[in-house]
Structures are given as structure tokens and as C-alpha cells.
């Protein structure tokens, strides 16, 4: 039995048949792809992937693989995070791998230890008037440069208007140089106790709580606030937007501020967790976020997405790796799946969009 | 000289004197002198190319005119962009649909202008509630028919997406509408759905501009007929005293108004 409700003059639509939110699409083929891994490690390996299978009896579930999962892709995520409104909005951004170089070099030069066991710190990168500093000290260093280069993305997507490829590439090359660049390609280390709880704290949960936290925030933003609504409308359609009074310039900029911010996040985290900083750090990382959005059913021709489908994105995104080394298969088929699956995502997204673009 | 007594009781809420606009060296609106009063629903007829869009996108602040003046509710103004002149009140709807595909109904109607609940910034929390209920009041009272307020654009036909747009119009009470070629892309019962609401508006004595080609459209929905040729005003004609051949004698220059000799 049709559920029917009122519409506006006396019309009737049936409440039922309301658009299923893209969101449970999303959340079925996480499952579907968990359930292939559990029946072929059954089959080849007679394990399961996310369940005990060493008979423990105080637990269900393979605890060590769960963790493993959502904290590689955690770190991506935060990135993924800004990404995804970035796509929301139309544009595309390249540059977020080279800003977590870029930014974990720099912020981490702020965050080293004066002495190590004793020793003075040999990867010292500033004399020691810059060293041992509170840990308030890095995490600024490291905001701003991710603010500032994402600054720079928005001022020249939103007022010389070249394309959002061409200038986060620009910034993907050019923060790849300043990392490279800020010590002479040594790897700064050795950061004090205080920075390492950024990625190590909570017993290692550090990453994955930052993670959620943001994803959560983020979410809440871009479905209630104007923000979100403003991002929404202009990758919908650029031109109403500016037509309907939306300061488009202001709003490109500020989205692509944000991004670039959340990368810097990233980077105080990754590094953070490795208690180090190489000018190589990141390296793709721009094209697994882009991936985990693409996976969860953020458009890529803009205006439609959400942070909850990119979280999904990078669970799935986590499965598959976990999945592909718990059936002991190579590194290299990882790759080439994962490529796969990006294409698949945009051709599933193309097709979405076909039959409500005939229905008009 | 009535004309004259009339502006000066405030019955005159739009009027352009002399509004030119040159791109470079093209005239595309040469000396246009209009008149809207209160209520009145004007067409504005004219081939591709006569300076009938031209002259709309300077009333809705658009484009800057290059010279002459609008006065506009008895104050004359100078829109900068769209926002200004929706501010002010003019409320168009364009050629080109200003929608947003992936947003809903009060998303659309809102667009720009959101109502919040929690003033932040640029995170100021929406009130979506307020929002909805309002889009409700102002499509009931135009007469548009929707199913699901909550439906993107996307989703809804071409008449939907047009009334969508021209709803607008009732939730912000504005004080003019102006629309360009609202039928073009519709198919018939579409428009008949159109014209209906232009038809409440004319019930409610809202002034409108309307951009048309088509003849029937026009002299079923308006009052006067002011055609534009070359970019300029070539006549206006009010509708009982005109008909069909007149206007398109007009609009292809066989015939110009008494008053516009000069502008042939």
C-alpha cells in the first residue's frame, strides 16, 4: 500500500517512492564487497576477513583488522574531507598530497626535541631557541601554511578564473618543491612527546577520533549551514548562483581555504604518527581523497555528494586493501583494482544522472 | 500632461528615460523611454536582436546601462548586479533558468537569501523549517503545482522548473516581475500552467514585464504592447486598440508609431 501524501495544489506523490538516498547505494556496496572478501578468504582460506576466526571466545570480531582499516584510511579521509566539497563545488583540487609534504616539514621543524637520549636532536633543523616549543607552536605553523596555499588556490580559481586543474596542479608541484626545498630533502624527526599524541594519542585511536570528529562537523556544516547550501548550489549551477546574489569569488575561495586547511590537518596527524617528516610524504594522496569522494557518490560534475558517502568512499577504500593483503595478493593488483573502481564510480555516476535527464 | 500628473502621484512604478547601452560600438539600446504602471502587465515584442533582452538585463542590474536613467518606485536607481535590483524588488525570471539542479524547492526560492536561524557568518545554521513553510504559503498563493517541495529540480519537468522560478516572484513580495520568454521551452499544457499564475499575479495587481514572441500569449496576458526594433522603441500599443498584423507590421519596421518617427 502506497503511502500518499499532500504536495502543494492538491497535488498527491506517494511518500514512499521519495529519492532513496544515495548514501544507502553506497552504504550496500560496502557491504557487498565485504561479503566477496568473507566468502573468498572462506573459500580459499577458510578465514574470515572482519570476524574471529582463531576461536577467542571474548570477541566477534577481528578487532586488529577493523583498526587496521579505518586508521590507513583515516589520514586520507581528513584530506578526502575537503575534497569532497571542493568536488561538491564544481572544482577539483591536485595540489592536497603536495600540501601534506609541504606542511609536515614545516610544522615539524617547529615541533623537534632538543636532545634526543641525551644527544643533541641530529636531524636539528633551527637552533635550539626554536626548540622543544609547546606543541600549540607546530599546529599553528603547520594551519597556516595548509590556509595559505589553499588561499592561493581559491584567489586564482575564483579572480584570474583558469581552470581548478590547472591551479591546484600548479600548487601540487609547487608545495612538492617547498618540501623538497625546506631541508634540502633531509627528513626532519624527532618531534617531542607532546606533538606525538597528534597521532599517537588514545592508544593510536588519535587519528581515527580526528578523523570522525571532522567528518561529523563537516557534515553538519554543509547540510545546515548556508555554507553548505552555497557550495551545493554553485557546482549545481554556477551561473543561478551568482544570479541569485551568492558572492561566488568570496565562496570558491573560501571552500578551497578550508580544504587546503584540512590537508594541513592531515599532515600534522601523518606526521605526528610517524614521528617523522620527508619531503615525499603524500605522494597520491590527492588521488586516493579524490577516489574515496568519487566512491561515495560525490559527483564529479558538482552539486551532489556528501561527507557521510565520502566516509563510506573510505571504508570501501579500506576494505579493499585490507581485503587484497588479508588474501595475501600482490601490492601491484591493489593498484590496477583500485583504478578500476574509480572508473566505476564515474561511470555508475553517469548513468545515474541519464534517466532523470530523459525523464524531463 | 496627465502622464506627467500620474508619475508625480507615485502611480508609475518603473520608468526608463533615455537608457542606452553600447557594447563597444553596437547600439543594442538606443533612447528608451518606458513607462509601468501599478498593476499594468507590459509585453515586450520584438525580433532577435531588437534590444528586448538587452533592455532587461539593464532594468535587472545585469548589465550598467551606458546612459539615460531608471527610475524605479519613484527613486531613480543604478542596480550593480541582480541582488541590488532583487533587493529592490524586481524579481525576474530568466530566458535561462536560474535554478540550481540538485537543490529542492525552498532551496531555490532561498537561494541567496536564506533565512537562518542562528546568525555565524558564512556558517549561519538554516531554518529550513521556515523556509518550507514559506515556499508553501507562496506557491499555494500563485497557483503552482508541485508534488514534493522536497524533490530536487532535477526531478521536475520544464512547466515545474518554470514555475519554481516565477514563484520566487510571490515569496518575496516583489514589487515588479520580469519575465523573459517564460514559455519558450514548454509544451502546451506547460504554458498554460504559466500563463495561469501570470493571471493570478494580474489578479493580484502585481506588475509585469513580460518577453514574448509569442502573439497569442500576448494578447491573452497583457495590457499594453511596447515593440522594440533595431534597439529602439518603435510603439506602444495598447491592446484593445491593436491587433495581431499591427504588431508584427511593428516588429518588421513596415509600420512605426506616430510618436517614434524619428527613432526609424
Known amino acids: ?360 | 500632461m496627465s502622464e506627467l500628473k500620474l508619475h508625480d502621484n507615485g502611480d508609475i512604478i518603473l520608468e526608463t528615460r533615455d537608457l542606452t547601452k553600447r557594447y563597444g560600438g553596437i547600439h543594442a539600446l538606443e533612447g528608451a523611454n518606458f513607462i509601468l504602471r501599478k498593476g499594468e502587465h507590459v509585453a515586450i515584442m520584438g525580433d532577435n536582436g531588437a534590444g528586448k533582452s538587452t533592455f532587461v538585463r539593464q532594468i535587472t542590474g545585469v548589465e550598467q546601462h551606458t546612459r539615460g536613467e531608471i527610475i524605479f518606485n519613484g527613486k531613480t536607481v543604478r542596480f550593480e548586479n541582480p541582488m541590488d535590483a532583487r533587493q529592490a524588488g524586481i524579481e525576474t525570471v530568466f530566458q535561462t533558468l536560474a535554478l540550481a539542479d540538485e537543490l529542492d524547492v525552498p532551496d531555490n526560492l532561498f537561494l541567496g537569501r536564506e533565512l537562518v536561524k542562528f546568525r555565524l557568518g558564512p556558517f549561519s545554521i538554516l531554518d529550513y523549517k521556515a523556509m518550507r513553510e514559506r515556499t508553501r504559503q507562496a506557491l499555494e498563493k500563485t497557483g503552482v503545482k508541485i508534488p514534493n517541495l522536497r524533490n530536487t529540480i532535477r526531478h521536475m519537468s520544464g512547466g515545474q522548473r518554470q514555475c519554481v522560478a516565477i514563484a520566487r516572484t510571490a515569496t518575496f513580495h516583489s514589487k515588479l516581475t520580469i519575465m523573459d520568454e517564460p514559455t519558450a521551452a514548454l509544451g502546451v499544457q506547460e504554458t498554460a500552467q504559466v500563463e495561469n499564475i501570470v493571471r493570478t499575479l494580474k489578479d493580484q495587481g502585481e506588475p509585469l514585464i513580460l518577453v514574448s514572441h509569442n502573439m497569442r500569449q500576448v494578447f491573452d496576458l497583457v495590457d499594453r504592447i511596447v515593440v522594440f526594433r533595431r534597439g529602439r522603441i518603435v510603439a506602444n500599443l495598447n491592446k484593445n486598440e491593436t491587433d495581431g498584423q499591427d504588431v508584427v507590421a511593428y516588429i518588421t519596421g513596415a509600420k512605426t508609431g506616430e510618436e517614434y518617427q524619428d527613432a526609424a
Not at chain 1, 599553528?140 to 596542479?169: D, K
Not at chain 1, 607532546?194 to 585511536?205: C, E, Q, R, S
Not at chain 1, 591493489?334 to 564515474?346: D, L, P, R, S, T
Open chain 1, 1 to 360: 500500500m502506497a503511502e500518499v501524501s499532500h504536495g502543494i495544489g492538491g497535488l498527491k506523490f506517494d511518500a514512499s517512492k521519495r529519492t532513496w538516498p544515495n548514501e544507502l547505494n553506497i552504504f550496500a556496496a560496502l557491504v557487498l564487497i565485504i561479503l566477496v572478501f568473507e566468502a573468498l578468504g572462506a573459500l580459499l582460506l577458510g578465514q574470515s576477513l572482519l570476524f574471529d576466526s582463531a576461536g577467542r571466545f571474548d570477541s566477534i570480531f577481528n578487532e586488529a583488522r577493523l583498526y587496521i582499516i579505518i586508521l590507513q584510511v583515516s589520514i586520507v579521509g581528513i584530506i578526502a574531507i575537503g575534497v569532497t566539497q571542493v568536488i561538491i563545488l564544481g572544482g577539483i583540487d591536485l595540489s592536497s598530497g603536495s600540501i601534506v609534504g609541504a606542511t609536515a616539514m614545516i610544522a615539524m621543524s617547529f615541533a623537534q626535541t632538543e636532545l634526543v637520549n641525551g644527544n643533541p636532536n641530529p636531524k636539528a633543523i633551527f637552533g635550539p631557541t626554536l626548540m622543544d616549543l609547546p606543541v600549540i607552536i607546530p599546529i599553528m605553523v603547520g594551519l597556516s601554511c595548509g590556509l595559505f596555499a589553499g588561499l592561493v588556490n581559491g584567489m586564482l580559481i575564483a579572480y584570474t578564473r583558469i581552470p581548478p586543474f590547472i591551479a591546484t596542479l600548479g600548487m601540487m608541484v609547487t608545495a612538492r618543491g617547498v618540501a623538497k626545498w625546506w631541508s634540502k630533502g633531509q627528513p626532519i624527526s624527532f618531534p617531542t612527546q607532546d606533538y606525538a599524541v597528534i597521532g599517537n594519542g588514545l592508544g593510536g585511536w588519535m587519528p581515527v577520533v580526528i578523523f570522525i570528529a571532522l567528518a561529523i562537523l563537516f557534515q553538519f556544516i554543509l547540510k545546515y549551514t548556508v555554507y553548505g547550501k552555497h557550495t551545493y548550489a554553485i557546482g549545481s549551477n554556477e551561473e543561478a548562483a551568482r544570479m541569485s546574489g551568492i558572492k561566488v569569488a568570496r565562496h570558491k575561495v573560501l571552500v578551497y581555504t578550508i580544504a587546503g586547511s584540512l590537508a594541513a590537518i592531515a599532515a600534522l596527524v601523518l606526521s605526528s604518527k610517524n614521528l617523522t617528516a620527508q619531503a615525499g610524504m603524500g605522494i597520491m594522496y590527492e588521488l586516493d581523497a579524490i577516489a574515496m569522494a568519487v566512491i561515495g557518490g560525490v559527483s564529479l560534475s558538482g552539486g551532489r555528494g556528501s561527507i557521510i558517502g565520502t566516509v563510506l568512499g573510505a571504508l570501501i577504500f579500506g576494505v579493499i586493501i585490507s581485503g587484497f593483503t588479508f588474501l595475501r595478493l600482490d601490492a601491484y593488483y591493489q593498484e590496477m583494482v583500485k583504478g578500476g573502481i574509480i572508473v566505476g564510480a564515474v561511470v555508475l555516476d553517469q548513468w545515474r544522472q541519464r534517466p532523470s535527464a530523459s525523464r524531463s
